[in-house]
């Protein structure tokens, strides 16, 4: 198949491009992982409309039903259920869908594949019963999932405050809720009149935190926090001013902020950009969302962690920059100023820089004991001892210990390793490079391979 | 570790799915990683170790939700809606060749 522009991604942003492109008469093909539209922050928002979670999920995710109708109304191509594992020059976009793959080629791709959670190994991290609050919440949208039994909260940022309140709203129970995040700098505060922007957001998060301080929950100052238990969290435990705690626990869950996904920008070397605040490389692209390599787009989180307000914004504006890519005769400047995208994002991203200043990622060495590549269980010890014995580099530390070669593709190992060469090397993080990553993008069987057609290769 | 909050509300279940063979009541908008939540012993063996893990990011990066699912295995739980009448397994280690 045959189209002007391939979208990755059915969320805020990928939706919000393609229901632009559309009205301007291109042809667009969404594909999506997911079974239905929304990304991860409007998971199941159609199903979920008539759910007894709806209430409880809040305004920001009954928003959601309105883009999927939107974009449901456009007339776009969409595959949803899809695995995208190659991107070739030209632009061939290799896909496998109920165990039959396909290619279909575009003049432009526009990479809105969104986010992920910061991955921050400690000790006891892989015992079932240990996930994150980003999980716990799409569990919370897939079929209404509430935690039982003695469930621990630890983490920084909006999302587990957001979290436990949707939970506590549906007669879920919290053991505690432990906050992570190191205490306001002085540089964070900097950031608050800016703030007063999103003035909603600003007072949404204040409301959040303050009734979780009213339920005498919130524990603050911790730190080595680990989950014990045979082949099962059975317990967790800290060190706070001194005193080791020793809690009973059933459920922990944790969340250290997102990361872009980069898997595909890295593999089509786009360049990258360190973000030294917030330690994640993001895709370089220009005004309109163009990555160094032409006709490859970023839009949303993958291009940067801005929220969905922001990704939506960012989608419409890579929409008119394809348009004007593929030359079909539009006043992209134009359309983006009558449409005041500038201004939308400049409110939607208000509240960013003092989030990201507040809820910086942790810091902390990680034991040598720790397994930091959950696929190939690789713990920091011999990360650390790889990397002693090597150039400064993740690729050679990855050859010798396995790490980042299991099914995720170092998506959860990645930046620990990359933290450990630098830590090892004495560099700033910034300075040791990403994993290479190589296709497949996502594990595609010969089988699903053979069944392509059509395809010169 | 997790129950529905649709399961206090519905009298019956939205539709039945066999979890290593054991007939299993299930709801709408679930997938197969929150069936591994809710069930024990079907969560997958790793191939290094052969300790047992359960879904851990339910976004589709972190591979911990694999399972046989309608006798293919490592498919992507958190990726799976469940279906009426499917067939989950645990996942011992590696994919099998031929599989």
Redesign the interface.
Known sequence: MNYDVVVIGAGPAGMAAAVKLAKLGTSVCVVD???APGG?IWR?VE??AT???FNALGEDYQKGSFATAAFHAAGIDYQP?A?VWQIEDGWKVFLTAE?KSRCITAKAVLLANGA??RSVPFAGW?L?????V???Q??L?????????DVWIAGAGPLPLLYATQLLE?GGKVAGYIDTSQKPSLKALSHLPAAWRDFPGLMKGLRWIWKLRRSGKLIRGIHNLRATGE?QLCQIEWESKGNTHKRDA??LLVHEGVVP?IHETMALGCDHDWNDQQKYFAPRTDEWGQTSRKGIFVAGDAGGIGGWKAATVSGEIAGFGIARFLNIGIDAEKLRRDAALDDRRKRATALRPLLDALYAPPQTPIADDVVVC????VSAGRIREAARASAPDVGAVKAATRCGM???QG??CGYSVQALVAEVNNLPVGDVRFFNIRPPLK?VTLGEIATLQDVEL | MFRSVTAGLKEQADMTVYVNGVATPAWDGETVASILLRVPNVGRQTPVSGETRLPYCQMGVCFECLAVVDGVSSVQGCLTPLKNGMRIERQRGRREVGQ
Request: glycine share 20%.
């Open positions: 992982e997911q079974p991860q199941g199903r979920n759910s007894p979670v259920s695995q165990g992920q959670e892989t079932p019963g240990v996930m994150t980003g999980a716990a799409i569990l949208k897939s079929g209404g999932m509430l935690p039982e039994g549906l082949g059933g459920v996904r959950r696929c190939e269980e299991g099914p995720c998506r959860q594990p």
